[in-house]
């Protein structure tokens, strides 16, 4: 086997995870240019926003400088340097992760998408573009964004998998 063959047939070996991580990425950043093109930046309150469901749920234009919650906020470049180890660590580690593994490839990869979409933003923007407002009256839930949502059902499932997982049991799915 050629060279060139041999390194797309390894890559073969994470087609799932390749295609969620670039499906998540993409549709995080195709939504985040809409809402840029939609609504001014800082847009949080009405009349500025869109209401989709009157008194639970909004599409606004917000950055965030932090992580989660906000948490870390201010420290963007930091983020970033932690995402780019994060991704490093991935990769150093598939073996050990079982990335060969397609449930453990759909959490990979949704996470994988979420970590380069946020990662884009904070390169590109300073902050990571937040759009989807969920509240009950005064009470909101943190603005998160499909790159935020990827993350975080990546890790569920991740989790999810990991407890479900047979002791003993290395080649099931």
């Not at 949080?44 to 992580?67: E, K, Q, R």
């Not at 935020?148 to 998998?161: E, K, M, P, R």
């Amino acid at each position: 086997m050629k060279p060139a063959q041999a390194h797309v047939s390894k890559l073969g070996k994470y087609k799932l995870l390749l295609i969620l991580a670039a499906s998540v990425f993409l549709s995080d950043q195709a939504t985040k240019l809409w809402i840029a093109a939609t609504l001014p930046y800082g847009s949080f309150f009405p009349p500025s926003n869109i209401v989709v469901i009157p008194g639970y749920f909004n599409l606004v234009h917000v950055g965030n400088t932090g992580a989660a919650w906000s948490l870390f906020s201010g420290y963007t470049w930091l983020l970033a340097i932690i995402g780019f180890i994060a991704l490093g660590l991935i990769f150093a580690f598939r073996k050990q992760l079982e990335l060969e593994k397609r449930n453990i490839q759909f959490a990979f990869g949704l996470i994988t998408g979420g970590i380069v979409g946020n990662l884009l933003d904070r390169i590109r923007l300073g902050h990571v573009v937040d759009f989807l407002d969920f509240h009950i009256g005064d009470s909101h839930f943190p603005s998160f964004n499909v790159a935020d949502s990827g993350i975080t059902v990546g890790v569920a499932f991740y989790l999810i998998f990991s407890f479900r997982q047979k002791p003993g049991d290395n080649k099931s799915d």
